[in-house]
């Protein structure tokens, strides 16, 4: 069973920093593009960021470019998010989700990133 | 910038057809994928690659596509399939989102 857990959310100030991780399971982790997704309150999806199976090529949503950085651990099947200068509206619930040539297959339950003084 | 453009709601009574359009530029070159997400819950795909369906997905959604415009459709919607439903493709800067449509089983 493919599996998902988010973990490192929670309240920060403006301009602080978190680290978001992602611990995945069942499934071969290094032959998957790896995606967060962020969703602000009583709003909709928007792709933050996504990387490569062997973390050679990234992406980021023009918001966040200069601020967060995606990375991955192929060894420890886990994908990481620093988000650094965080601002109120990086507010969202975060979700890690596997990148397949069928879409995004596999999510995670979700991590709440409030940004708050 | 690329958009997708999804109705923000759509009403049907239970056992009628549903229809939820997706609309970009990007559809004629790139595939659209399909998430059904529930209250407090994360999303799900429904349809893969235009109009494929994942396994353990009810027959009646189904995907398809025209030119600019995907369609998402569940036929005979039962209660259950109340929640919101997003589009989504890609463009060279990575994935796209359509801003979502909330069904309504009325």
């Known amino acids: 069973e493919v599996r998902l857990v988010e973990s490192g959310g929670g309240l920060v100030q403006p301009g602080g920093s978190l680290r978001l991780s992602c611990a995945a399971s069942g499934f071969s982790f290094s032959s998957f593009w790896m995606s967060w997704v962020r969703q602000a309150p009583g709003k909709g999806l928007e792709g933050v960021a996504n990387?490569?199976?062997?973390?050679?090529?990234?992406y980021y949503v023009d918001s966040v470019k200069g601020r967060f950085t995606i990375s991955r651990d192929n060894a420890q099947k886990s994908v990481y998010l620093e988000m650094n200068s965080l601002r109120p509206e990086d507010t969202a619930v975060y979700y890690c989700?596997?990148?397949?040539?069928?879409?995004?297959?596999?999510w995670g339950q979700g991590i709440l990133v409030t940004v708050s003084s | 910038s690329s958009e997708l453009t999804q109705p923000p709601s759509v009403s049907v009574s239970p056992g009628q057809t549903a229809r939820i359009t997706c609309s970009g530029d990007?559809?004629?070159?790139?595939?659209a994928y399909w998430y059904q997400q529930k209250s407090g819950q994360a999303p799900v795909l429904m349809i893969y690659?235009?109009?494929e369906r994942p396994s353990g997905i009810p027959e009646r959604f189904s995907g398809s596509s025209s030119g600019t415009t995907v369609t998402l459709t569940i036929s005979g919607v039962q209660p259950e399939d109340e929640a919101d439903y997003y589009c989504q493709s890609a463009d060279r800067r990575g994935p796209l989102f359509g801003g979502g449509t909330k069904l309504t089983v009325l």
């Open positions: 990007v559809l004629p070159k790139k595939y």
């Open positions: 690659k235009d109009s």
């Open positions: 989700a596997r990148d397949s040539s069928s879409g995004f297959d596999s």
């Open positions: 990387i490569k199976d062997d973390g050679s090529e990234i």
